[in-house]
């Protein structure tokens, strides 16, 4: 079992940043990739950004791309979400994600399916 705890979002404006952070336990946190998806108002939920176990690998959605940076610290068990440039677009309900298998992979995974928890999501809002 993995529990995940998702805090940061909060009311912005266009063109502010955010940073926000999953906090993981239950397993190794080193041994498994994460992802970030998000959950527009009446949209499904998308992928954002996705980082391998050792954070050598990272994959981002083009709409996020060069504005979003995805990092983590696996000796706080962490993994973050730094926003910048934020858009009234990127408002929704975001979720990080943890993909157990296969372990040490640096596959990442784009689509929900792929991951096996989930976080509670934490509320980001884009004011233009």
């Known amino acids: 079992q993995v529990q995940l705890v998702e805090s940061g979002g909060g009311l912005v404006q266009a063109g502010d940043s955010l940073r926000l952070s999953c906090a993981a336990s239950?397993?190794?946190?080193?041994?498994?990739?994460m992802g970030w998806f998000r959950q527009p108002p009446g949209k499904e939920r998308e992928f954002v950004t996705g980082i391998s176990w050792s954070g050598g690998n990272t994959y981002y959605a083009d709409s996020v791309k060069g504005r979003f940076t995805i990092s983590r610290d696996n000796a706080k068990n962490t993994v973050y979400l730094q926003m910048n440039s934020l858009k009234p677009e990127d408002t929704a309900v975001y979720y990080c994600a943890a993909d157990l298998h296969p372990p040490l992979s640096t596959r990442i995974g784009v689509y929900p399916t792929s991951y096996e928890y989930w976080g509670q999501g934490t509320q980001v809002t884009v004011s233009s």
């Open positions: 239950g397993r190794t946190f080193a041994s498994y990739a």
